[in-house]
């Protein structure tokens, strides 16, 4: 999308982006607690420490072989850092087409962080970050909205964070077609999701409103069709 615009919706995506050596952002997984796509594993635990035969670069190959990255590009960024100088390094291009860069002094923090208290279902347990479903957005906490972006000097940006969620998992822009995918990545569970105009598959709603707040609006793009909808449950049903 060489013409990104803005909107207070978001979009949820699978795959975020291509960095900018052509290869794929997906950070969600496959993996989930015993086949319960309500549960999907994280790439990282919540000290950050990479399972998944995730390698230095904080990616792996996929059973189909393709390479792709789950967080920062780390052998990118070192590469990008010999011609590229100021805080802010462009790495990315996120699907809807606007960039994605990291922030060398980490001034822009996730407002994403881990939930308090048990898990309601599935595997049971305090809350640790093992989950994709542990972690909650607090408008507010941090600099970046629930998509990982902020606007500097007027113009809208995505940031790699050193934390959850790593990379954006949601888009304020209309994905690019190109960037659409079927199977694979993380798989939501089938509680809720969007209330709108259409009925939506169940998987598909949650995944749009796992990155959004309950009462949200939310816009899935599915094939040729766009969706609108509120979200009204989460997979955890809060």
Do not use: M
């Amino acid at each position: 999308t060489l013409d990104p615009r803005y909107s207070k919706e978001t979009t949820a995506v699978q795959l975020s982006g291509v960095a900018l050596n052509g290869i794929p952002l997906e950070p969600g997984t496959a993996e989930t607690y015993n086949g319960d796509k309500s549960w999907s594993i994280e790439a990282f635990d919540s000290e950050g420490i990479g399972g998944l035969g995730i390698d230095w670069s904080n990616a792996h190959v996929q059973p189909n072989g393709t390479y792709h990255y789950h967080a920062l590009p780390e052998g990118l960024l070192e590469s990008a850092l010999k011609d590229q100088s100021d805080d802010l390094v462009h790495l990315a291009w996120a699907a809807d087409g606007f960039p994605i860069f990291y922030s060398q002094s980490n001034v822009y923090q996730s407002s994403w962080r881990v939930k308090s208290g048990t898990r309601p279902s599935g595997p049971g347990g305090s809350y640790d970050g093992t989950y994709t479903q542990d972690f909650e957005y607090v408008e507010g906490l941090g600099d970046l909205d629930e998509c990982n972006g902020i606007f500097i000097y007027e113009q809208y940006v995505y940031l790699f964070t050193d934390s959850f969620p790593y990379i954006q998992r949601c888009v304020h822009g209309t994905p690019d077609v190109s960037f659409e995918r079927f199977g694979g990545g993380q798989g939501p569970g089938p509680e809720g999701g969007p209330q709108g105009r259409e009925t939506q598959t169940p998987d598909e709603a949650v995944l749009a409103c796992r990155w959004n707040k309950k009462g949200g609006a939310c816009v899935i793009q599915t094939g040729s069709k766009t969706i609108s909808g509120t979200c009204q449950t989460t997979p955890d049903n809060k």
